[in-house]
C-alpha cells in the first residue's frame, strides 16, 4: 500500500512538473493588417505580441505607409507626424521607437517590454494606456480585444 501511494505521490508530481508549468512558456501571438489609407498611400501593419501565461511581456509593432511614386514626397510629413506620437515615450526606458523613410515606403518600428518598463509611466503620458495597463500588466486577451476592435480591424493568431 505504500508503494501505492508513493508511485501515486511521484505520478502527480511528474504530471504538474510536465504540464502545470506550461503556463511559463513564452508564446508570441501575431497580428496583422493591410489596407489602403487613400490618396496613393497603402498601410501594412504587423504586431508581434509575446506573452507568458496570461501577460503581455513583448510588443514589437511594425507599420509601413508604402506610397506610389507620385506621392512618395509626402512621406517625410508622415514622418514627422508619428516621430511627434513617439516623442513623449522618448526617454522612457524599455520603449523604443524608430521611424525612416527609405524610397517608397516609411517604417515604424516599436519595441516595448511590458515585463520590464514603468506601465504607470506610460499612463502619466497618456491617460488611454490604462485602458489596457491593469495593476501594472496587460492580459494578452486585452491586447487580442484591441487589435481585433473597429479601431485596429487587423487579424490575431495565437
Known amino acids: 500500500?505504500?508503494?501505492?501511494?508513493?508511485?501515486?505521490?511521484?505520478?502527480?508530481?511528474?504530471?504538474?512538473?510536465?504540464?502545470?508549468?506550461?503556463?511559463?512558456?513564452?508564446?508570441?501571438?501575431?497580428?496583422?493588417?493591410?489596407?489602403?489609407?487613400?490618396?496613393?498611400?497603402?498601410?501594412?501593419?504587423?504586431?508581434?505580441?509575446?506573452y507568458k501565461g496570461k501577460y503581455v511581456t513583448v510588443v514589437k509593432s511594425t507599420e509601413k505607409i508604402v506610397a506610389e511614386d507620385s506621392v512618395k514626397s509626402t512621406l517625410p510629413v508622415y514622418k514627422e507626424a508619428v516621430e511627434n506620437v513617439y516623442a513623449p515615450y522618448k526617454d522612457v526606458k524599455y520603449y523604443d521607437a524608430k521611424v525612416v523613410v527609405d524610397g517608397n515606403t516609411l517604417t515604424s518600428s516599436v519595441e516595448i517590454n511590458y515585463s520590464k518598463i514603468d506601465t504607470d509611466k506610460l499612463i502619466k503620458i497618456d491617460q488611454n494606456n490604462a485602458q489596457l495597463i491593469k495593476d501594472g500588466k496587460i492580459k494578452i486577451d486585452d491586447m487580442q480585444s484591441y487589435y481585433e476592435s473597429s479601431v485596429i480591424k487587423a487579424t490575431c493568431k495565437k
Request: glycine residues 14%; charged residues 30%.
Open 1 to 50: 500500500m505504500k508503494k501505492m501511494l508513493a508511485f501515486g505521490g511521484t505520478l502527480v508530481l511528474a504530471l504538474c512538473l510536465t504540464g502545470c508549468g506550461s503556463d511559463d512558456k513564452e508564446k508570441l501571438m501575431t497580428c496583422t493588417k493591410e489596407d489602403s489609407i487613400g490618396n496613393g498611400l497603402r498601410g501594412e501593419y504587423k504586431y508581434e505580441v509575446s
